[in-house]
């Protein structure tokens, strides 16, 4: 039997991943008043297990500084993931920590974790990762989406569709050698796209053998999860996150 994993859904695409032993934290990042400092570390401060912070990569609404802080190094310990982007462009210090690069398609071994990264879309890297200890395996996109933006040409478009779906291949193929079905996947849902903001969720879902999506990368724009929900038609794997937080177990 698996054991229980909490995901939690904190906001845009910074989320929680947590087991019985540890916790892993992705694109953690400030705007106020969804997302602070103070409540993200205040939330870090009930966690009496290690934390991992992935990044995936260096954008403002990803990636921010403070995560190398001191206030947020906890005492049970803490180790970084890093795309390669946010890696050239931190502070000295950062090199003291232990942290781990991964550009496009790498992989890294850890006791407990498997971590490979795949392309983006816009910037940086997606993770797959698979907690060895507790037998779950996921999928963060990161920016990784069917950027399918109305006021491009249709040469554009047409690019953006053959990126997302190059990467949502190699993933595929991974998860088919590997004969794996993902837990559960972060696939952006963006608003911004208008009539095109679930592209990338319909295709991965289509694509892809896994048990639960749940949308990020839309901001407060929490009806967007209602709507691809209402739209997609099934329930079991397609997560609705009405008001910004949503905690489940798998
Ligand atoms: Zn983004």
Redesign the pocket.
């Known amino acids: 039997m698996k054991p229980l994993i909490k995901i939690s859904h904190l906001y845009h695409?910074c989320v929680v991943v947590e087991t019985d032993r540890s916790v892993m934290l992705f694109d953690a990042f400030f705007e106020p008043p969804h997302l602070t400092r103070e409540a993200l570390l205040e939330k870090l401060e009930m966690i009496s297990k290690p934390v991992t912070y992935f990044v995936t990569h260096g954008?403002g609404?990803?990636f921010t500084r403070d995560i190398f802080e001191r206030d947020f190094q906890i005492k049970t310990g803490v180790r970084y993931i890093l795309s390669s982007d946010v890696t050239e462009m931190s502070d000295p210090e950062v090199s003291l920590l232990e942290a781990y690069t991964l550009a496009p398609h790498e992989s890294l071994e850890l006791e407990d974790l498997s971590i490979q990264s795949f392309g983006s879309t816009?910037q940086g890297v997606s993770y797959l990762v698979q907690d060895k200890v507790d037998n779950v395996l996921f999928f963060h996109s990161?920016?990784l989406n069917w950027w399918h933006w109305n006021s491009f040409s249709p040469e554009e478009q047409e690019q953006e569709k053959i990126d997302y779906l190059r990467e949502i291949t190699e993933l595929r193929k991974t998860l088919e050698r590997k004969n794996s079905t993902l837990d559960f996947a972060f696939v952006p849902v963006d608003p911004r796209l208008e009539e095109h903001f679930a592209l990338a969720a319909n295709y991965f879902l289509d694509t892809i053998p896994v048990k639960k999506l749940i949308p990020i990368?839309f901001r407060d724009h929490f009806s967007v999860t209602e709507a691809f929900k209402e739209q997609r038609k099934d329930p079991e794997r397609v997560i609705e996150i009405p008001h910004g937080h949503y905690t489940t177990t798998v």
Request: glycine fraction near 12%.
């Open positions: 695409s954008h609404d990803h816009d990161g920016d990368h």
